[in-house]
């Protein structure tokens, strides 16, 4: 399986301030057809996840563009440029490359 | 507006047989496909299989392989995860979701869709 490890696991942010959080597979997450199958997904609490970023870096309809992804390989990151107050959740990232699907931890966002 | 609405808190008791849902609208359900995501504070989120409605395509993740089994209604437009006998340690909350793109090729796709979960609580 690929392990996805995030790091870190707890996020302290100043509202306004940039935060990014980073994402490391055991294996390339390079696909056969080219294409690399990481994102991003945002959790609030009680809510279900809520998809951010697919394919490394492409953002969802309706995801703020303070929100990115970067990476390739098997080294990745999510950055939010100023974060504000509706920031604050776990945000998970996980891969869609390999069988079976696998989910990073999780790292939590906190003010 | 496309959305999956899944079946209400379920309460079984340890040996009992459970059958939860997953109601599909607002997109052509048998041309997606749709997977079923296990979410617990121990383990995090686990991926526990996946199917494509309009050809019965079903993958499982080895960790739930013959613990499960994952089904759809295309009449109905409603997918399903089911067991013979739960256990203590299938309590989680379960959530469906669908991938983005149609077509059966689209299996590395993202999901682009969650619905709300499923509480599911086994007592021993």
């Known amino acids: 399986d690929a392990v996805l490890t995030q790091t870190p696991l707890s996020l302290p942010v100043t509202l306004g301030q940039p935060a990014s959080i980073s994402c490391r597979s055991s294996?390339?997450?390079?696909?056969?057809?080219?294409?690399?199958?990481l994102s991003w997904l945002q959790q609030r609490p009680g809510q279900p996840p809520r998809p951010l970023i697919y394919?490394?870096?492409n953002r969802f309809s309706g995801v703020p563009d303070r929100f990115s992804g970067s990476g390739a390989g098997t080294h990745f990151t999510l950055t939010i440029s100023r974060v504000e107050a509706e920031d604050v959740a776990i945000y998970y990232c996980?891969?869609?490359?390999?069988?079976?699907?696998?989910f990073g931890q999780g790292t939590k966002v906190e003010i | 507006e496309v959305q999956l609405a899944q079946s209400g808190t379920e309460v079984k008791k340890a040996g009992e047989s459970l059958r939860i849902s997953c109601r599909a609208s607002?997109?052509?359900?048998?041309?997606?496909?749709l997977a079923w995501v296990r979410q617990t504070p121990g383990k995090g989120l686990e991926w526990v299989g996946i199917?494509?409605?309009?050809?019965?395509?079903?993958t499982y993740s080895p960790a739930f392989q013959g613990q499960v089994a994952i089904s759809a209604d295309s009449d109905l437009r409603v997918a399903y995860l089911q067991w013979s006998r739960v256990k203590a340690s299938d309590t989680a909350t379960y959530y469906c979701?669908?991938?983005?793109?149609?077509?059966?090729?689209?299996?590395?796709?993202?999901?682009?869709?969650w619905g709300q979960g499923t509480m599911v609580a086994v007592s021993s």
């Open positions: 979701a669908k991938v983005q793109f149609s077509g059966s090729w689209s299996l590395h796709e993202t999901f682009d869709v």
């Open positions: 607002g997109y052509s359900f048998n041309n997606y496909w």
């Open positions: 199917i494509f409605p309009g050809e019965s395509k079903i």
């Open positions: 294996q390339s997450l390079v696909h056969n057809d080219g294409h690399t199958y």
């Open positions: 394919k490394i870096s």
């Open positions: 996980t891969q869609f490359t390999q069988f079976p699907r696998t």
